[in-house]
């Protein structure tokens, strides 16, 4: 991962280099032990993993001393690190690999993808939803936050207040329309009805039950990042930085031990909070960028798309069948002011630089979705394809789209603009 112009991008010749080379033998046997991964994860991680959660979410961190304040911080991130992502990723690289082999299948198959790979069962974030709805009115939120208060609008930026600091950044969520429950033998009954290829049918059935499990060691993994979040405020605290904590690399943060390094360390971190603003004023540049744009933008030229060309498109990983709506452009401030798309109808198409969370309650009245960033596994395609909403994600060429434009999402996922807003408000 690498910062430019202030937004993370990953490297992706490093994200190649580093890719595992799996050979025959290994890809037989990924396809022998997903019941294995699953079991490693909920019978061992996860049942020690949410005692140590316990113990930890007790914690009043205010009240150590600053030396054990300072190594719980560290404690936290290296155990976060070490051991809570490690389980994690490997539930995600399982399921990217999974799902990657099922949609190829299926392609081969001529079964479209999209309408066949969503995930089976609930995940803890639905169910802790539906709980919070079927409560009485004056505790629903509480229900709410007892399920999901270790999340946030941005879940994995630690800046980002969790929902149990700002209960109401979580209140939309309970407008999410009931998300359609389908278990495994539902998927393979549907399925049966576009191949009689029983190999097949199971190889998507690993696929669908691995995206449950990928979006709940999400969950659960997250419980340990609001941790030490709930530590980093009480080092804020403590320094009084004013919010600057998050501005300090973790290294930095252990120079605090030594007084004389606070006065300077203040000075730096709000050298960058002051940058991070600036940087935010600057016009938004593309999701996907070469070394000439870089340089191109670093010197103040608008360039061309990363891939040279003026195509609109991307990936469609949900809905099916060709849409056509009126599209609702979100620029970047927009899609982090909150829960409410700006000037957004119902059927319209929503383009934006992603789709947050916070715009679920959305997507029973959406014509579709068009985002810059996001892939098959991302949070919002998985619940796209239970509503079967249209989500097209990793588009370019999003900049030639206006809001009142009619514009068209094939199945291919191309985009077009079917005619521009005057015509469509003179018609």
Request: charge should be negative; charged fraction near 25%; aromatic fraction near 6%.
């Amino acid at each position: 991962l690498t910062t430019i112009f202030g937004r993370l991008y990953v490297n992706k010749q490093q994200e190649i280099s580093r890719a595992p080379k799996l050979g025959s033998l290994a890809l037989w046997r990924m396809g022998r032990i997903a019941d294995k991964i699953k079991s490693d994860f909920n019978e061992t991680f996860l049942p020690a993993f949410a005692k140590e959660m316990a113990v930890q979410e007790a914690i009043d961190f205010d009240k150590l001393p600053t030396a054990d304040l300072l190594d719980a911080v560290a404690r936290i991130r290296a155990n976060y690190m070490g051991a809570t992502c490690v389980a994690a990723s490997v539930v995600n690289i399982a399921a990217d690999y999974y799902l990657r082999r099922a949609r190829d299948k299926l392609t081969t198959e001529g079964i479209e993808p999209a309408r066949v790979l969503a995930h089976a069962d609930q995940t803890e974030f639905e169910r802790a939803l539906a709980v919070a709805k079927e409560a009485p009115a004056a505790s629903r939120e509480n229900v709410l936050l007892r399920g999901i208060g270790h999340r946030s609008t941005v879940d994995y930026e630690l800046a980002a207040p969790r929902y149990a600091e700002r209960p109401a950044d979580a209140d939309p969520l309970l407008n999410v329309p009931d998300m359609p429950v389908r278990s495994l033998a539902e998927i393979g009954a549907d399925l049966a009805a576009h191949t009689d290829d029983a190999a097949l049918r199971q190889v998507v059935l690993v696929a669908c039950s691995f995206q449950t499990l990928k979006e709940d060691a999400k969950h659960h993994s997250l419980r340990e990042l609001a941790v030490l979040r709930r530590a980093l405020l009480a080092v804020d605290r403590r320094f009084m930085l004013d919010g600057l904590v998050f501005y300090l690399t973790f290294e930095e943060l252990d120079a605090l031990r030594d007084e004389r390094a606070v006065a300077n360390l203040r000075a730096a971190a709000l050298a960058r909070r002051q940058l991070a603003a600036g940087l935010a004023e600057v016009s938004s540049v593309d999701a996907t960028l070469t070394v000439r744009q870089i340089e191109d933008y670093a010197m103040g030229i608008k360039p061309q798309s990363a891939d040279g060309t003026d195509r609109m498109g991307g990936l469609r990983v949900s809905g099916s069948g060709r849409v056509e709506g009126r599209a609702c452009v979100v620029k970047e401030a927009g899609a982090d002011g909150g829960s409410v798309i700006p000037g957004f109808q119902d059927g319209d198409i929503v383009v934006s630089r992603m789709v947050p969370p916070a715009w679920l309650p959305y997507f029973k009245r959406a014509g579709g979705f068009v985002c810059e960033v996001g892939g098959w596994l991302s949070h919002t395609a998985i619940v796209a394809r239970e509503f079967n909403v249209p989500l097209v994600v990793q588009a370019k060429g999003l900049q030639a789209i206006e809001t009142g434009d009619l514009i068209r999402l094939d199945s291919d996922g191309a985009i077009e603009v079917v005619a521009q807003r005057q015509t469509v408000e003179a018609a």
